[in-house]
């Protein structure tokens, strides 16, 4: 079930590159159009083209700064709380939660 879930969210991975790409050559042919029709000369559409990359990869290293951020987040909380259930369950003599099957760092309870 692990390998089938796993290969699901890849093909909407791939699926959402592709959409990406599409929307990426999309946006360029419209920027030409509109470059068409004040005739802007070769260079000075390179450069505007240079900087629309520089956009979209300060845009993708900001998400996946984002993304680290919210993972070590998800993950201080993780264990903060395990250790709040652990001393519950030494408070009110109960048996440890067996978490034994579930991944290190996983949000499965």
Same mark, same amino acid.
């Given at each position: ?5 796993? /290969?699901?969210?890849?093909v ?8 990406? #790409?599409?929307? *990426?050559?999309?946006? &360029? ?12 000369e070769e ?6 083209i ?6 979209? /990869? ?5 998400m ?5 951020e919210? #993972?070590?987040g *998800?993950?201080?909380? &993780?264990e ?14 109960l ?15």
């Amino acid at each position: 079930m692990a390998k089938e879930s796993l /290969s699901r969210r890849r093909v909407s991975v791939n699926f959402s590159t592709a959409e990406a #790409v599409s929307s *990426i050559r999309d946006t &360029i042919d419209r920027l030409n159009q509109l470059w068409d029709r004040i005739n802007m000369e070769e260079c000075m559409r390179c450069r505007r083209i240079e900087k629309f990359f520089l956009y979209i /990869s300060d845009l993708l290293n900001q998400m996946v700064v984002d993304e680290e951020e919210m #993972v070590e987040g *998800i993950q201080g909380g &993780i264990e903060e709380m395990s250790r709040q259930v652990e001393d519950l369950c030494k408070e009110l003599h109960l048996q440890p939660i067996g978490r034994t099957h579930i991944k290190p760092g996983s949000l499965a309870l």
